[in-house]
């Protein structure tokens, strides 16, 4: 009988992949791009995965330079360089970051940079593999901005009951004082003195007023959602709504305010809190502008937001004042107030709106010279952005 060991080996037949095998995997990849680079950093191939995520056809591409795909920003902070260097330190380079396409438009991707490495050792150049995260990072985004307004919930409650026992209670105590005086010493005082005291009374209790209408107002906007209705919107209808309305009381002070927005400039905002900003904004350069003096809006687009500025001629303020323009604290607000005739809590309602908005604030100011607010607003509707927690969603797929 013959030994199995004996018999002759049958060989299989191997398969060996070729370049254009390679070629059709990689183009498969829909979700990737995959592109390589020459030692010059030249782009010279291209997958049809590239192309879906940056747009250029590959007659586009190649020999485009490998800067191509960067934003302005990471180029002129050298990131190009610095992935290409570190690929040829450690083998690899790994980054999450913004990319731009074709179109301009930008898109959030993890990326992986390697040396690419010949049969005999030499380098021939680098491969740049990328994937689209923009849903996942928009969401993420999206997730921590909702957990951030959760944590200072508690925060803003408590400072609104700190200037409800601070801010509005101490004034109406003054006021009911002066009130009771009046009513046990009437007889006995002199006109004159009288009419100091009623004119007291009255400009109190309308400062009392305008502090709570504000109050309320940020509390309304701080935890009502149902009264916010953005839309695209005109800038310059809304700037010019704010001067008529201001033009007067600007007009006693010979103060000029005027506006170098483009007519067809438009946003995406809440028409009646983008007045409520404006008109706080202003009416707080009208009450710091000397005579003869100028408030100038102006603004600038930048990426997908606009950004306005509201610039005064007026007495400017320190930084310490700046430090608390903001912040709802109760002894800032009331020092604020007294130092800035009233700018505090105004001011905490129109960042309240912005951030409502999806925009925010700023403020730049030299003393003697002048200030200016600054703010920003969407151009377009966000395309990501979630109301309640109800809406967060998790792609456990991806």
């Known amino acids: 009988m013959e030994n199995k060991k004996d018999q002759p080996k049958i060989l299989k037949n191997k398969y060996i992949p070729t370049a254009e095998f390679y070629s ?25 995965g ?13 020999g485009e330079p490998f800067d191509i795909i960067f934003t302005d920003e990471d180029l002129k902070s050298g990131v190009p360089k610095r992935e290409i260097d570190t690929a040829l330190i450690e083998g690899r380079a790994t980054d999450n970051r913004w990319h731009i396409a074709k179109d301009k438009g930008i898109f959030y991707a993890y990326g992986l940079v390697f040396p690419l490495i010949g049969i005999d050792g030499e380098l021939l150049g680098f491969v740049k593999i990328l994937r689209d995260l923009t849903d996942r990072k928009q969401s993420e985004d999206a997730i921590k901005k909702y957990v951030r307004e959760l944590e200072d919930l508690n925060t803003h409650k408590e400072s609104v009951m700190a200037i409800l026992s601070h801010d509005l209670r101490s004034p109406l105590s003054a006021i009911i004082g002066t009130a009771k005086y009046l009513k046990e010493n009437f007889q006995k005082m002199k006109p004159e003195a009288v009419q100091h005291m009623l004119d007291l009374l009255y400009k109190s209790s309308v400062d009392e007023l305008d ?19 953005p839309t695209k919107i005109k800038l310059t209808e809304y700037i010019e ?10 007009s006693i002070n010979a103060i000029n305010l005027h506006h170098e927005i483009e007519t067809d400039t438009k946003v995406f905002a ?24 100028k408030i100038t809006i102006s603004s600038k687009t930048q990426d997908d937001r606009i950004i306005v500025q509201i610039k005064d001629t007026g007495i400017g303020m320190s930084e310490e004042i700046m430090g608390k323009l903001f912040t709802p604290q109760m002894k800032s607000l009331s020092e604020t107030r007294k130092k800035n005739k009233g700018a505090g809590i105004g001011l905490l309602l129109v960042k309240g709106f912005l951030e409502k908005n999806g925009g925010e604030i700023w403020v ?32 456990e797929s991806a």
Do not use: C
């Open 24 to 48: 059709q995997i990689i183009d498969s990849l829909q979700d990737y791009s995959i592109f390589t680079i020459d030692k010059d950093f030249i782009i010279n191939s291209w997958s049809s």
């Open 50 to 62: 590239s192309t879906k995520i940056f747009g250029y056809e590959t007659d586009e591409v190649i």
């Open 211 to 229: 502090m709570l209408d504000y109050l309320v107002e940020w509390a309304r906007i701080k935890y009502a959602s149902d009264v916010f209705s």
């Open 241 to 250: 709504k704010v001067f008529e309305s201001l033009r007067e009381t600007a």
């Open 270 to 293: 809440d028409g009646k809190m983008l007045v409520s900003i404006i008109q706080n904004i202003v009416s707080n350069a009208i009450k710091h502008t000397e005579k003869g003096g």
């Open 364 to 395: 730049e100011s030299i003393v003697g010279e002048g200030s200016s607010f600054y703010f920003t607003l969407p151009l377009e509707e966000p395309l990501y952005k979630i109301g309640s927690a109800d809406d967060i969603m998790f792609d």
